[in-house]
Each structure stands twice: as structure tokens, then as C-alpha cells.
């Protein structure tokens, strides 16, 4: 991507048409990558536009932090080894700083907020860095300069995955009980919390919820399927899987976790990749399928 200077001087002079330009190009981004292009493809094409931006703005830029939060979270969608998963956490936490920044707080940048300090735990996570990532959720969830703007579902982003880190029954119980926060969260955040939900279930051996939470997960999945990205189909496919394996279908489970495997190779979505072969690795042994936490390599 190239800017020529006369476009840089118009840009530097308007910031309100910096931020326009810098939204439109996050924008695309996401579009393309909601369409499926593979994650590293989506971050390489921003670390471009990120460069060709390079010394325009004066002063902090909500769009210009999406720009880099978009490049840490392709990174975290990814999956690669823990080099990547540190390049990843490094974007992340530029973004925040600079979002942070800027002097007000709307709707949606709260939701970006969440999103990134989510991306970085799991980052941290990644790297096997459990206690920073929990220190990095609850840190924000707390902040007395953001406790005014946070409402209602908000933070659930960020309060699931804090059960992710803590696991246990208890935890997961109350995140099963945050229905407001959910109802409040809209109907992306209720999926990924009965995603959540039912993965616990399916762990722990818990087959008299996980019939009921499968059959939820897919129903709210539904909606969301024409405009979610790869990585979230082939997450959901994995866990159809370890389910049919788990209701002693292991044909069907081989059969469901292949075609995840074939996606998230064509995507490069490591992660996943090694998700799923663990998993099939156990149904082949004739053990019990275990999802397994992501951890880079």
C-alpha cells in the first residue's frame, strides 16, 4: 500500500479524515477475512498499511490502534509457535496503550478494548504465561477509569475466558448463570459462551448437559454462520467431533474432525491444527476425546 505525499499532507492536517481513511482500511480487513482469506494473509496486509501510515498522525488514532490490535489478533487466530504468539502479544499491547489514549470512550471502542485484552491473555496463555494472563483480564475488568463506561455485558468477554483460566465446575456454573450479561453481550458473546459451556461439559464428562449444550451452541451458531469467519467454523466442527465420539460415533467423529483438519490447513490455523489431531489421535486409541487448551510450540 502506498500513500503519495500529497495524500499524506491532506491526512496529517485533517485528523478527522485520518481516522475515516485508517477506518475504511480496518474495514476491508475485516471483510476479507469474515470471507475467509487466512488469518497471516489478513495481518500481513495490515503491517502493510500499518508502514505506509507511518508518521501521519499527531496524535493518538482509535482507528490506528485497530489497525495494529488487527494484526496482534490475526496472529492470536493463527496459532503459531510461541515467537509468533509474542509478536502477537506485542501488537496487542501497542494497540491497548494507544486506544487508551485517545480521550474518549464510545460503544465501540469499549468493545475493541475487550477484544484485544482478550486476544493478549490468550497470548500470554500461549505462552504459558497463565498468571499474567489473568492479572491482564481482571486488571481491566476493575479499572476504576473504565468502570463508568462499562454496562451491562460488556466484560463478559473478558470475565469467560477468565473462567477458561480457572476452570473447575464453580467457575463454569456462573458463567452458566449470566444469562442478563449475555442477553446484553447480543448474540455473538451468548454463542461463545455456550461454546465455552459445552467444551467444559464435553471435558469433564458431563453427557446429561452436553446433549442439551451441543444442540444450543449450533442453534445460536446459526445466525452468525454467513458472516463469521473460518476459524470459527472449523472451532465448531471440532467440537461436533469430540461430541459424536463422546455419543459413541466415532465414524462420524473421524469423519467431522477431518473436514475441520482440511479447512484449518487450507487457512493455516495451526492451533486448530494441532487441536484436532489430538483429538483424533485419542478417538484412534480408543480413548475418550479431550480438547486439549492451545499452548504454542
Known amino acids: 500500500m502506498l500513500i503519495d505525499a500529497a495524500a499524506r499532507t491532506r491526512l496529517r492536517a485533517d485528523p478527522e479524515a485520518y481516522e475515516r481513511f485508517v477506518d475504511s482500511e480496518v474495514a476491508v480487513l ?38 495494529i490490535g488487527l494484526i496482534g489478533r490475526m496472529l492470536v487466530a493463527g496459532g503459531g509457535d510461541a515467537n509468533v504468539m509474542y ?10 496503550e494507544e486506544l487508551c489514549s485517545v480521550a474518549d470512550w ?3 471502542r469499549l468493545t475493541l478494548l475487550a477484544e484485544l485484552t482478550l486476544n493478549h491473555a490468550v497470548a500470554l496463555k500461549a505462552r504459558r504465561r497463565n498468571a499474567e494472563a489473568v492479572s491482564v483480564l481482571r486488571q481491566t475488568m476493575v479499572d476504576r477509569s473504565l468502570r463508568p463506561y462499562w454496562s451491562k455485558g460488556d466484560t463478559l468477554p473478558l470475565a ?40 467444559f461439559s464435553m471435558n469433564n464428562g458431563r453427557l446429561s448437559a452436553t446433549d442439551f449444550l451441543m444442540r444450543a451452541a449450533l ?42 483438519r482440511r479447512a484449518a490447513a487450507e487457512q493455516s490455523l495451526y492451533g486448530q491444527l494441532r487441536q484436532i489431531d489430538a483429538m483424533t489421535d485419542l478417538i484412534r486409541a480408543g480413548e475418550r476425546p479431550f480438547l486439549s487448551t492451545y499452548v504454542a510450540a
Open 30 to 67: 475485516e471483510a476479507a477475512y469474515q470471507r475467509s482469506t487466512p488469518p497471516k494473509v489478513v495481518a500481513l496486509a495490515a503491517h502493510a498499511r500499518r508502514s505506509a501510515l507511518a508518521g501521519i498522525a499527531a496524535r493518538p488514532s482509535a482507528a490506528h490502534a485497530a489497525l
Open 87 to 96: 509478536e502477537a502479544e506485542e501488537h496487542l499491547v501497542a494497540s491497548i
Open 106 to 108: 464510545t460503544r465501540e
Open 160 to 199: 469467560r475466558q477468565d473462567v477458561i483460566m480457572a476452570g473447575g465446575l464453580l467457575p463454569h456454573r456462573w458463567l452458566a448463570e449470566q444469562r442478563d450479561a449475555m442477553r446484553a453481550a447480543g448474540a455473538l458473546e451468548t454463542y461463545r459462551s455456550m461454546k465455552r459451556l459445552l467444551e
Open 219 to 260: 442453534e445460536a451458531f446459526r445466525p452468525l454462520a454467513a458472516q463469521s469467519a473460518q476459524l470459527a467454523k472449523v472451532s465448531l466442527i471440532k467440537n461436533v467431533g469430540q461430541f459424536e465420539s463422546l455419543s459413541g460415533r466415532n465414524e462420524r467423529a473421524l469423519t467431522y474432525l477431518e473436514l475441520a
